[in-house]
């Protein structure tokens, strides 16, 4: 990655701290490039949370998604970069990030990283 976008990320008070609970947020449109070929990638992005005392804004998770847009990075480094920078500002319970990326090739590659404090 050229910079963090982690900057990017913003976050809110979770209002039932106390109480286990799943956020579940898809993103249809992730797109990125080969970092080999530098031609176009396209997946889908869903992440599930149990979320502790932040949650994720959905605004600036679209503007921190939209970053990688023209990013050369592999299938394996996006879902691991995206759940480091998630956990790293929201502090999760637990978050497992699955990312879901178009064909190529005649191949589909799902690629699933885990958080967990427990």
């Not at 579940?24 to 031609?39: D, G, H, L, R």
């Not at 998770?61 to 592999?74: H, P, S």
Request: charged share 20%; hydrophobic share 35%.
């Amino acid at each position: 990655m050229s910079e963090p976008f982690s900057s990017i990320l913003e976050t809110f008070e979770n209002q039932y701290p106390g109480r286990d609970y799943t956020i579940e947020i898809v993103a249809p449109e992730f797109t990125s490039v080969c970092p080999k070929t530098w031609q176009p990638v396209f997946g889908t992005i869903t992440i599930r949370y149990v979320p502790d005392r932040r949650c994720i804004e959905l605004k600036s998770l679209k503007l921190y998604l939209q970053q990688f847009r023209n990013e050369g990075i592999f299938y394996e480094t996006a879902a691991n970069r995206i759940l480091d920078d998630l956990a790293g500002v929201v502090a999760p319970r637990h978050m497992t990030i699955e990312a879901m990326f178009t064909p190529r090739g005649g191949i589909s590659t799902t690629v699933s990283a885990v958080f967990s404090t427990r």
